[in-house]
């Protein structure tokens, strides 16, 4: 079973900044299966990026995703006040169906 | 457009039962599996269980296997999630989830659409 690695836990800055979020994982994620979700407080998980760099409906191009075999990057490329919250990786390449990183919080410096 | 409405959380004791329910709308339920996904109080996501298009085929993460079942009623187009003998450690918020373009429990495809999630709080 794949495990998902998130760095940092934790990402302080300041609106305007650029933030690197990596997603590493314990094997190469087939195809490059690879999402990214949003979550802020009390709300469901948002759909980010799939398939490591392809954006979900509506999803601003500030948002970017890229990465192959086992590092993946999610880079935001100027933070928005409605971008701090926490960001989940997943790969979907191999069982079990939901394996998720344990996240990275995006807070304000 | 696609909804997912979760109910049923609240708060029960240690060893007791529950059942969760997730009704969908703005999409042929019939022809996609179905998942529930947790998350416990300050922690991250962890994938629950699955089930087919048509119930004929379930999985399930190993710490709820034998203490959860997974089914659906297509004609209601509700998803459930029985939950049987109740620890301190399944207090989370439950959501059901739907994959993009897939109607088995073994597709590879991402999570698009989520609901609002519901509370199960146990307590002892």
């Known amino acids: 079973e794949i495990v998902l690695t998130q760095s940092p836990g934790t990402l302080s800055l300041s609106p305007g900044e650029r933030a690197t979020l990596s997603c590493r994982a314990s094997?190469?994620?087939?195809?490059?299966?690879l999402a990214w979700y949003q979550q802020k407080p009390g709300q469901a998980p948002r759909l980010l990026i799939y398939?490591?760099?392809s954006r979900a409906t509506g999803v601003s191009d500030r948002f970017t995703g890229s990465g192959s075999g086992t590092d993946f990057t999610l880079t935001i490329s100027r933070l928005e006040p409605e971008d701090f919250a926490v960001y989940y990786c997943?790969?979907?390449?191999?069982?079990?169906?939901?394996?998720f990183g344990p996240g990275t919080k995006v807070d304000i410096k | 457009q696609v909804q997912l409405v979760e109910s049923g959380g609240g708060v029960v004791q240690s060893g007791r039962s529950l059942r969760l329910s997730c009704v969908a709308s703005?999409?042929?339920?019939?022809?996609?599996?179905m998942h529930w996904v947790r998350q416990a109080p300050g922690k991250g996501l962890e994938w629950v269980a699955v089930?087919?298009?048509?119930?004929?085929?379930?999985s399930y993460t190993d710490s709820v296997k034998g203490r959860f079942t997974i089914s659906r009623d297509n004609s209601k187009n509700t998803l459930y999630l029985q939950m049987n003998s109740l620890s301190a450690e399944d207090t989370a918020v439950y959501y059901c989830?739907?994959?993009?373009?897939?109607?088995?429990?073994?597709?590879?495809?991402?999570?698009?659409?989520w609901g609002q999630g519901t509370l199960v709080t146990v307590s002892s």
């Open positions: 089930i087919s298009y048509d119930g004929s085929s379930k």
């Open positions: 997943q790969q979907y390449g191999s069982p079990p169906p939901g394996t």
């Open positions: 989830a739907r994959k993009f373009d897939c109607s088995t429990t073994t597709c590879y495809r991402y999570f698009d659409y």
């Open positions: 398939d490591t760099s």
């Open positions: 703005g999409f042929t339920f019939s022809s996609y599996a």
């Open positions: 094997q190469s994620v087939i195809s490059s299966y």
